[in-house]
Every structure is written in structure tokens, then in C-alpha cells.
């Protein structure tokens, strides 16, 4: 097989991935905090820092390790790195709907991944950068890698172990997934000509290679027990606390997309009974397996957030691919038909709101002001409201005039950009994401001890933070937030109040002396 026609599908799909998420490609800054986090975490290790050290989240250690990638080759505007997760989005579509096709690459994978970038793209904070994508780019080849090897192709089980291995390590919810995928690549490795022995042992040293790696490059730097506690104690811990039976429940738009995923696959599996494919009949019951294993973790990862709905998205994207390479397959498809056929799995089954995408392309050109919008799409302008105008440009300044790269500390509550656009580290890792400082469960892990939101606040001040930055800082309430206004109007002074209410504020700690120039 020549590279001219999978290259030749690949870019029709990064093509159509940087069409449709063209117009949030050009947001001024990330869009809302969440993205704020990565690009910090990112920009942190794209200096040689590890996570867990100078900054402190509550994600796995590999989580941004494509944003840190591309940080680190200089790539790094908000609308530079949106195009390479505009690029990351088709490298996925391209794995996911390559399953569908069994004789090689098709053109049919355009139409079909089109469908997934688009499905993807406009789901809450899809369009900009998060964790769910490089999990989804990792499970796209291991679900690719993993269908080769059921339809008799070859593939190494230790790059199949590897990348499931990074799995985990991305996102934490997705290690049972891991562990499905690596039962499924067990599974297969007894239809191989190959020493089962053997086979089972390349796939473990494949899935071991990057946490035996990572832990390593930890207790390299002497900070083993950062790694402890930020990738093993955190993420138990919280589990443990922010989750209850009652709290188990799925956003609409989760559910939804399960629901559609699911029926597509059981769809497929029809469809290779039908035509005889019993080797893809099992594969089809094995994806719908994952999937259910992909349900059983996102209901556990409560609440669940609009964006978690992402992580289904592979699931129709599979389906979808499968259906369309089966009814090619069959005596009576036509291209007429086969594009009637999407057109109405797409109408009635989808929904996309294209509507919506109009609006909101129209909204970014009107100083991001919707008045009917979809409600991703005033989520996220309500979250980026300041970062994207006039307002975020002058805070930036603002604090820029007053810290040079090796003077003035910097505590952001919300806007929390400013660190990393100034290649500034937080003031204390704790406040990497500005609302871990409320998080019974982050507090205690971080600290080591019980530790309520008003002590932390009591002791991010006891670190003399030279500026103060932010907006609003809404989960800040009760006790926590009294405390605040106390301890900031006794040590500091406002310099600057930018926009309309709330505006940004910039104060400074009495007696701090800006640098000079």
C-alpha cells in the first residue's frame, strides 16, 4: 500500500477539521479556565518542570503532554495551539473511521470523520483544548491497533501496549478502559501465530513502559512523593470524597451520545452476521463492551461536567464507520443511497446544532455578546468573557507593567492565564487551578492534613503574594470568602480596576516595589 492515499485522507480531514473549528480558532485567549490550567501545566513542563512540583492539578502527570509537545517547539498562542488540536481532531477521525474499511483507506472516511470533528467540536468546550482529546487521540490509535490485529493484520502489541499504557496516564477515568482494551489484545493474541506467552508479555511491557518511565523521571528529580501524591493519593482520594451513590448520574448529552454510539455498533454487529464477518462480528461485541466499561467510569466521575460528554464521541464515530463500510459492502449500495443514508443518521440522530455554529461565529464577530446562543456556547463566552476583549489585553498589561521574570509573585484567582503568558509560576502550586483552593478533597491531599478553604486562604496570604489578580472568584463564599476580603484590604492596595462589573482587579501588596522600566 502506497502512503498517497491515506496522507491524501488525512489532510481531506485535517481540512475539514480546520474548517469547522475555524471560528473558534481565532478566541483571544483559552477558552474558559479549564484550558487556562493545561496551557499553565503545560507551559511549566515545557521548561523542564514536572507536574506535581510548581504546579498542582488534579490530573494524571501526562495529561497535557501534546500541549507541553507543542509549547515546547514554540508553538504557543492560544490560536496556534488550537490548530494543532484542530489537526489532533482529524488524526483521531482518521483512526476511528480507518476500523470501518477493511480492504484500506477510503474517501468514505471524510464524510464519516467529518461527522465525528463536528459532533466533537461543538459539544461543550470542544473547541478549544482539554484533556478528553489526547485521551481520544491515544484510544483512536489503540482501537485501530486493536482492529488489525482481529482482522488478521499485522500490528505490534508492544506499541498496542504502549499507547494503552499512556491511556491512564491522561486521563485517570479511562485506566479501566485501559484494562478492557488490554483483555480484548489478550483475546486476540491466541488466534495469532504467535507464543502466547510471549504475546501477553510484550503487551504488559508495552503498558508498563510510560508509568515505569514517568515514576522514574520523578525519582530522578527527588520528587517521587510529589508524584505519590498528585497522581496516586489525589485522584483515590477524590474519588473516595466527591463521589457518593446518589451523586452517579450522566449530563444529557453524555447519555445521548452513549445511547447513539451503542446502537450504531449493535447495528454493525447485524451487519457482519449478515455478511458472514464473524472475526468483525466479535470485534463490534468487544467495542460495545469498552464502551459499556467507558459508561460504568464516567458515571463515577461525578459531577459530570458538560465537557466529560467528549469522551463518548469515539464511540458513534466507530459505529458510524462500521455501518458505512458494511452497507458498501452489500450488493445494493450506491452512492446516491449510502448519502441519503448518512444524511439521515446525521438529521435524525445527531441533531448538530449548525444553527447554533452560525450564531456563534456571528457572536465572536459582534464582541461576544450573544443574545440566542446554544448553551455550550454561553457557557464558555461567559467563562472567557474578559480573556477575549479589550479587558483581558489591558490586565495583561497591567500586570506585566508591574513584575519582571524574576520579580513580583502572582496570585490569579480566575484569570489565571497571566501565568503562563508571563512565564510566571503560581504563587503556591495549590492554586495551579484557581478553585482547588475550596476542594476538601485537593486541600487534604495537598497539604497532608485537614486543612478547610478558609486556612488555605490564610495560607496562600502567608506567602506574600507582590499582586492579586481577579474578576470575580465565585467560589469564594462564606467564611473563605470574608477571610479574603479581610486579609486583602488590610495588606493591599488596588492599582487598577479594568472593565464593567466585575471587571478585572489588580492589587498590590503594600510596600512592594515594582522592578524599574
Known amino acids: 500500500m502506497t502512503w498517497a492515499k491515506p496522507l491524501g485522507v488525512f489532510a481531506a480531514l485535517a481540512g475539514v477539521s480546520l474548517l469547522l473549528r475555524f471560528p473558534f480558532i481565532s478566541f483571544a485567549a483559552p477558552v474558559g479556565w479549564d484550558e487556562n490550567t493545561f496551557f499553565l501545566v503545560a507551559s511549566r513542563g515545557a521548561a523542564g518542570e514536572l507536574p506535581y512540583t510548581t504546579t498542582f492539578d488534579n490530573k494524571p502527570p501526562l495529561a497535557v503532554l501534546f500541549q507541553t509537545m507543542a509549547l515546547a517547539t514554540r508553538i504557543d498562542s492560544p490560536w496556534q495551539l488550537r490548530i494543532v488540536a484542530a489537526i489532533l481532531a482529524a488524526l483521531a477521525a482518521y483512526f476511528l473511521t480507518r476500523i470501518g474499511f477493511r480492504r484500506g483507506p477510503s474517501w468514505w472516511q471524510v464524510p464519516t470523520g467529518a461527522i465525528f470533528i463536528a459532533l466533537y467540536s461543538l459539544l461543550p468546550e470542544g473547541f478549544g483544548w482539554v484533556t478528553e482529546l489526547n485521551a481520544i487521540v491515544l484510544f483512536a490509535l489503540a482501537i485501530y491497533l486493536l482492529w488489525r490485529i482481529a482482522v488478521g493484520q499485522r500490528a505490534s502489541l508492544f506499541l498496542l501496549g504502549l499507547v494503552i499504557g499512556l491511556l491512564p496516564l491522561t486521563r485517570t477515568n479511562w485506566a479501566f478502559v485501559a484494562i478492557a482494551l488490554l483483555v480484548a489484545a489478550a483475546f486476540y493474541v491466541r488466534g495469532m501465530s504467535l507464543n502466547f506467552v510471549r504475546g501477553v508479555t510484550a503487551l504488559i511491557a508495552g503498558s508498563a513502559t510510560p508509568l515505569a518511565l514517568t515514576a ?29 451513590a446518589s451523586s452517579l448520574s450522566l449530563s444529557p448529552y453524555s447519555l445521548r ?19 458472514g464477518q464473524i472475526e468483525e462480528l466479535i470485534f463490534d461485541g468487544l467495542v460495545a463492551l469498552i464502551a459499556s466499561v467507558l459508561l460504568i467510569t464516567a458515571l463515577a466521575q461525578s459531577p459530570d461536567y458538560g465537557h466529560h460528554a467528549l469522551q463518548f464521541t469515539p464511540i458513534i464515530a466507530i459505529g458510524l464507520a462500521r455501518v458505512t463500510g458494511q452497507i458498501l459492502q452489500m450488493p445494493w449500495a450506491q452512492p446516491v443511497t449510502l448519502a441519503a443514508t448518512g444524511a439521515v443518521i446525521v438529521l435524525a440522530l445527531f441533531g448538530l446544532p449548525l444553527s447554533n455554529y452560525y450564531q456563534g461565529w456571528t457572536s465572536l464577530k459582534q464582541a461576544y455578546t450573544p443574545s440566542n446562543f446554544s448553551n455550550f456556547a454561553r457557557e464558555i463566552t461567559s467563562d472567557s468573557r474578559t480573556n477575549l476583549g479589550e479587558v483581558g489585553v489591558s490586565a495583561l498589561a497591567s500586570v506585566q507593567s508591574l513584575v519582571s521574570k524574576d520579580q513580583g509573585s502572582i496570585w490569579a484567582l480566575d484569570t489565571h492565564d497571566i ?59 462564606g467564611a473563605p470568602k470574608a477571610r479574603f476580603d479581610q486579609l486583602l484590604n488590610a495588606d493591599y492596595q488596588k492599582r487598577f480596576h479594568l472593565g464593567a462589573h466585575p471587571g478585572v482587579q489588580v492589587w498590590v501588596r503594600r510596600g512592594y516595589t515594582p522592578p524599574a522600566g
Open 257 to 275: 451520545l452513549w445511547l447513539i454510539g451503542m446502537a450504531l455498533i449493535a447495528l454493525a454487529a447485524v451487519l457482519s452476521w449478515y455478511l
Open 216 to 244: 522514574l523521571a520523578y525519582a530522578g528529580a527527588g520528587e517521587f512523593s510529589r508524584f505519590w501524591q498528585g497522581a496516586v493519593l489525589l485522584p483515590l482520594r477524590y474519588g473516595v470524597e466527591a463521589t457518593d
Open 419 to 477: 501565568y503562563w503568558r508571563l512565564g510566571k509560576d503560581p504563587v503556591s502550586p495549590l492554586v495551579t487551578h484557581p478553585s482547588s483552593l475550596v476542594e476538601p478533597a485537593f486541600l487534604r491531599t495537598y497539604f497532608g492534613a485537614q486543612v478547610s478553604p478558609e486556612q488555605a486562604v490564610i495560607k496562600t496570604f502567608d506567602l506574600s503574594p507582590d499582586l492579586i489578580v481577579f474578576e470575580s472568584a465565585a467560589y469564594l463564599t
